[in-house]
Nanobody, 119 residues
Framework: VQLQASGGGLVQPGGSLRLSCAAAGSALGFNVMSWYRRAPGKSRELVAAITRGGTPSYSRAVRGRFTISIDISKYTMYLEMNKLKPEDTAVYYC??????????????WGQGTQVTVSS
């Protein structure tokens, strides 16, 4: 398993959760790691991304509420989710991209972790 995601669960609106994604094997050479989500009946969307050097970026839907971070010593990415809303309910997937030269990239995907925001 190249990426192992964990940390999902059920939380009330306004609550918080932290997701983790640990890289292993060839995924350790990632250049960018990201969180995506897929809500029921919707297409997959990019939530947040972070470069190996720690530069983050966020979708408009989560900016100001979610924080992405990376502990390079543990090859682990985190997504701190605060002020959760019912519309954040989705399966969250972690992704890693690794440049292999010549403009080519390799994608790695973790298994999804369910986040449900409901009272």
């Amino acid at each position: 398993v190249q990426l192992q995601a964990s940390g999902g669960g059920l939380v009330q609106p306004g609550g918080s959760l932290r997701l983790s994604c640990a890289a292993a094997g060839s995924a350790l050479g990632f250049n960018v790691m990201s969180w995506y989500r897929r809500a029921p009946g919707k297409s997959r969307e990019l939530v947040a991304a972070i470069t190996r050097g720690g530069t983050p970026s966020y979708s408009r839907a989560v900016r100001g509420r979610f924080t992405i971070s990376i502990d390079i010593s543990k090859y682990t990415m985190y997504l701190e989710m605060n002020k959760l809303k019912p519309e954040d309910t989705a399966v969250y997937y972690c992704n890693a991209e690794r440049s292999v030269g010549g403009g080519e990239w390799v994608d790695y995907w973790g298994q999804g972790t369910q986040v449900t925001v409901s009272s």
